[in-house]
Every structure is written in C-alpha cells, then in structure tokens.
C-alpha cells in the first residue's frame, strides 16, 4: 500500500527565507509524486510532479522538489518566500499519473513579513 | 491544462434532503474521475472512483447508498449526498483525468461546500 506522510503540519517562514516542505512516502511500486497547493476554499492547483525522469523537479511559482529514492523523499523548497506563497501544502502519491491520489496530512505555509 | 469545474462552490442544506454536486470535464472527455472529501484543516480523503458507464468503486467505509455517484457521460460525473446530516458538512473536491493525454496528471475542481443545517 502506500503512503505519504509531511512532517510538519505548520510551517513558518520569513518573506525571503527559503522555504523547505518535507514528505516521505511508501510504495511498493515506481511512485509518481505530486505536490499541490490549496489556497482558503479552492481546489487543488498542481505545483510539481515526479514521473520518474529528472530527480530534480521544478515547478511553477519558483518551487522545486527533489526525488531521492535512498531516503524514499520527495521535499518541497523554494529559495525565497513570497507572502502570496501562504497556503496549504499537500505532497501526493499514485501508481499511475492520472489515477486516485494518496494525500498526505498536509502542511500549512505561514510568510510572515 | 484540462479544466474541471465544480458545480456549486457552495450549497447550505436542511438536515434529511438530499444534494447533487456536479463535476464536468470543460475540454476533455473523462473516462475516470475521483471524489474526496476533505475536513478542514484536515487531508483530502478518496472517496469513491467514478467510471463512466459503469459502477463506481468506493473506498472502504465510504457508504455507498448515502454518497451516490453517477458518471452517464464523458464530461459529467455527479455526486449526491443523500438524507444529509450535519456530519457531512464538509468540503468535496473531484477530478478527473483526460485519457487521450499520455503523461498527464488529474486535474481538480474548485471544490464544493456543503453546510448541512
């Protein structure tokens, strides 16, 4: 079966400071990992994904993950934090790119000024 | 990308009716589509997968006479909360997949918001 989880269910940042959104995952299979954001009563917007070509991922809005398959980790950073960078954070797991998604607890991004 | 929207974004109910929540597929044809449900500040949780034509396969503990799904076209899946409680006041969220685009990823509605009163 697999799994994901984000350790940290809040995270707080500077404006500027960089931004580091830890997930693990479980799979018995090659996974395709997601990270999303959700901002206040909205759906999901697709930051990245791994599909098992570059380890190294970039995404939109500046953010970045990389997949390392010793640490079975997939974490989240941008350089710098932006104050519209505040919102909920969900790293995902699936066995195929459009199939049923696994979330994980999610991580609540603060930027503080 | 593919656009999935949501129909309502937010819907206030009395306790024992019933609500239908649509999800369509604007540019693409959807054989699969997904519903979750997520609690706030809470995961999005997998509810059931909706296949068009056929039954929808539900998650464990998810009651299937209470949360009917219904996927008649390729465009359109629908999801009715039956008899509504409190209790299912919550945020519900699908998407869906556009198979006749290889290497792509499911794409989400906005979300609907049942309040049950």
């Known amino acids: 079966a697999q799994s994901v989880t984000q350790l940290g269910s809040h995270v707080s940042v500077s404006e500027g400071a960089l931004v580091l959104l830890r997930c693990n995952y479980s799979s018995s299979v090659p996974p395709y990992l997601f990270w999303y954001v959700q901002y206040p009563n909205q759906g999901l917007q697709l930051l990245l994904k791994?599909?098992?070509?570059?380890?190294l991922v970039k995404g939109i809005n500046g953010f970045e993950a990389e997949f390392k398959k010793s640490e079975t980790s997939f974490h989240l950073t941008k350089p710098s934090a932006h104050m519209s960078d505040a919102a909920e954070y969900f790293c995902?797991?699936?066995?195929?790119?459009?199939?049923?998604?696994?979330f994980g607890q999610g991580t609540e991004l603060s930027v503080k000024p | 990308g593919a656009v999935v929207s949501q129909h309502p974004s937010w819907v206030i109910c009395k306790s024992g009716t019933s609500v239908k929540i649509e999800c369509r597929s604007l540019?693409?044809?959807?054989?699969?589509m997904f519903w979750y449900r997520q609690f706030p500040k809470q995961s999005l949780m997998l509810m059931a997968t909706?296949?068009?034509?056929?039954?929808?396969?539900?998650e464990q503990g998810v009651e299937k006479d209470k949360f009917l799904i219904n996927h008649a076209s390729l465009t359109l899946s629908t999801l009715t909360v039956t008899s509504a409680h409190p209790e299912d006041s919550s945020f519900y969220i699908c998407?869906?997949?556009?198979?006749?685009?290889?290497?792509?990823?499911?794409?989400f509605g906005q979300g609907t918001r049942l309040t049950v009163v």
């Open positions: 909706s296949n068009e034509g056929s039954k929808a396969t539900y």
């Open positions: 998407s869906a997949r556009d198979p006749g685009r290889a290497n792509t990823e499911a794409f």
């Open positions: 540019d693409f044809q959807a054989t699969t």
């Open positions: 791994y599909t098992s070509a570059a380890t």
């Open positions: 995902a797991v699936s066995p195929t790119q459009g199939g049923k998604l696994i």
